[in-house]
């Protein structure tokens, strides 16, 4: 792979950068030419002496990244915008051979520090996900992509620096309020119902079927009815998020307090346990992989709700109701901030939901790691 990423380097320097009326090659921007020279002769040492360990990984990643500042460099003052020509890609190209082996090494890397190991752990989603950034906006500027159809990250980030107090409001309509009361009444009923038919037999036989009835329709059926039940504000938007994850709690909760061991329960029953201390003592730690399985589902689908839900009557304010009128408007890149504010809030609160998992279920075997 580094000998593929050199070779690619190399021919790079052959193709100009730049098309239009006069072809322009790297020669003309010396440090741009320079970071190209760098990967090959980076890439061409690895490949000649080999590349293992953590160090070979971080030197191809900082080559990487200096070469990755070069085609920003090209795209936003060196006239490439709309005009990249084969040289220009081919050096993409050779950069993501040389950011494939540079994150691969780094995954590799294995450590008895907990800490170091974690570190590392952290880095690789992360580089890989801002080498998927780079590709983004090396696409749609190198090809001038029209804005309308999909703006480069660089112009949603302006977009979303300059429009925070917006975007807050938003956030604090959706999430704050909606979002959290409908995850917190919709989670909450659902594990207490749960108990309710676990208790009782006939319960479990009629209403779980009608869950799975009630699990199948579509948001868009809902939002409407529930928007002239509760009104236009946030209230209605929790109804649909307390509708959408009160099922999946329902039947996760059912399925883990029957996932207990046949043996420990006849445990219980031999010490004179009761319905209630069986529960306390054994059947509820049983099932709370289930139940964190549920909170981490109904985390996002919570978010989902929300949103789609204030397509269909909101305040002037919320995040569904910005993403609705700013399209309208053509103002792309604001629908797209709102898109990362919903992604960031999203993965944030299932990130949460998955810290509480380890702290409450750290016995469990999937959380069992070689020492």
């Not at 009815?225 to 109804?239: L, N, P, R």
């Not at 059947?283 to 269909?312: D, H, W, Y």
């Not at 919903?342 to 279920?361: C, D, H, I, K």
Request: proline residues 4%; positive net charge; glycine residues 10%.
């Amino acid at each position: 792979m580094c000998a593929s990423a050199a070779l690619l380097a190399v021919i790079a320097l052959a193709f100009p950068v730049a098309g239009g009326e006069v072809s322009i090659g790297w020669l003309h921007w010396p440090v741009a030419g320079a970071a190209v020279l760098l990967l090959g002769l980076t890439a061409g040492f690895f490949a000649w002496r080999g590349a293992s360990g953590l160090a070979a990984g971080v030197v191809l990643a900082a080559v990487v990244i200096l070469g990755t500042a070069a085609a920003l460099f090209l795209l936003h003052r060196g006239g490439v915008a709309g005009h990249a020509a084969a040289g220009f890609w081919i050096f993409v190209l050779a950069l993501w051979t040389a950011a494939w082996k540079g994150i691969d090494l780094i995954a590799g890397f294995r450590s008895l520090s907990a800490t170091r190991q974690r570190g590392v752990d952290l880095l690789v989603p992360a580089a890989f996900g801002l080498w998927l950034i780079f590709l983004w906006e090396a696409l749609t500027v190198g090809f001038g992509v029209p804005q309308v159809l999909l703006p480069p990250p660089s112009m949603i980030m302006v977009r979303f620096a300059g429009s925070l107090d917006i975007l807050w409001q938003d956030f604090h309509q959706t999430f704050m309020k909606a979002v959290l009361a409908g995850y917190l009444i919709g989670c909450g009923s659902g594990f207490l119902v749960s108990i309710l038919v676990d208790r009782v037999p006939f319960l479990q036989r009629g209403l779980l079927p009608l869950g799975n009835l009630v699990s199948a329709l579509p948001i868009v059926g809902i939002a409407p009815i529930m928007v002239m039940w509760f009104g236009f504000d946030w209230q209605s938007k929790a109804a649909v998020v307390v509708v959408m994850t009160f099922f999946p709690m329902l039947v996760n909760t059912v399925t883990g307090l029957a996932a207990s061991g046949a043996q420990e329960r006849e445990l219980l029953r031999s010490y004179a346990a009761g319905y209630w201390a069986t529960l306390i003592k054994l059947r509820l730690p049983a099932a709370l992989p289930f139940i964190f399985n549920a909170l981490k589902i109904n985390s996002t689908l919570a978010l989902i709700g929300a949103i789609v839900a204030e397509f269909f009557g909101t305040p002037i304010v919320g995040m569904g109701f910005r993403i609705s009128t700013e399209v309208g408007r053509m103002n792309v890149d604001m629908v797209w901030a709102e898109i990362v504010v919903a992604a960031v809030a999203g993965s944030a609160f299932y990130g949460v939901m998955a810290l509480a998992e380890r702290a409450f279920t750290f016995w469990h075997p999937s959380y069992r790691q070689r020492r």
